[in-house]
């Protein structure tokens, strides 16, 4: 199993709305990361979780609030988001636990529409 | 600030071109990656680049990292509308992307 899963595939969501993106490995990876990408724009870092903890956090705001339950699964906490913040959000995971000293391995992303 | 750039941005070509596209750095690193990224998809590893001068193909494509391991460039022989997609470079210990090379392949 070389796959990283994300969920769900498209969101749509109010600017008072809660709601959260998943993402699921089971690859034995022990980094996983969460990009924002707008179009034709490469992906920006947002946050890294490294052996379960938080390593970095790319000052992304409060609304995003990253979430680690275990080795296999990474969640995005949405809350009180701006319609700027309508993107693909991509997840990723990586072999070694040191952020990016090996392959990314990427979902398919979920498409945020933020109305 | 980007510490990596990419050029051109933008590439719109026919079937059947060559082209190049560049990934630079003002500061060496000790590795570089090369990422595609396909329209509605996530990035997908192409290669890693390690060692000062090396050359690497992967079938019509050809990478190479300079001497001085500040820059890369990736050539591409005989593009196909396949290869249309997000070009992106990625240094070893960093997990922020270059600027990213859209690539536009006509058939």
């Known amino acids: 199993d070389t796959e990283v899963t994300q969920t769900p595939k498209h969101l749509v969501m109010g600017m008072t709305n809660k709601k959260s993106l998943k993402c699921e490995q089971h690859m034995g990876h022990r980094a996983m990361y969460w990009y924002k990408q707008k179009a034709k724009k490469p992906p920006e870092l947002m946050f890294v979780y490294s052996y379960e903890k938080l390593s970095i956090n790319e000052s992304v705001p409060s609304r995003f609030s990253p979430e680690c339950p275990n080795s296999s699964l990474l969640n995005l906490h949405l809350h009180a988001l701006q319609p700027e913040d309508s993107a693909l959000y991509l997840c990723?995971?990586?072999?070694?636990?040191?952020?990016?000293?090996?392959?990314?391995?990427f979902g398919e992303g979920s498409r945020l529409t933020v109305l | 600030t980007q510490l990596l750039e990419q050029s051109p941005q933008f590439l719109s070509i026919q079937e059947g071109e060559n082209l190049t596209v560049y990934c630079n750095s003002s500061s060496v690193f000790s590795s570089l990656q090369w990422y595609r990224q396909e329209p509605g998809e996530g990035p997908v590893l192409l290669v890693t680049v390690v060692t000062g001068g090396e050359v690497k193909k992967l079938k019509r494509l050809t990478f190479q990292f300079g001497d001085a391991r500040k820059d890369s460039s990736l050539h591409i022989t005989a593009a196909q509308p396949g290869d249309t997609g997000l070009y992106l470079c990625l240094r070893a210990g960093k997990s922020t992307f270059g600027d990213g090379t859209t690539l536009t392949v006509k058939p």
């Open positions: 990723a995971s990586s072999q070694n636990g040191a952020p990016n000293t090996g392959e990314l391995f």
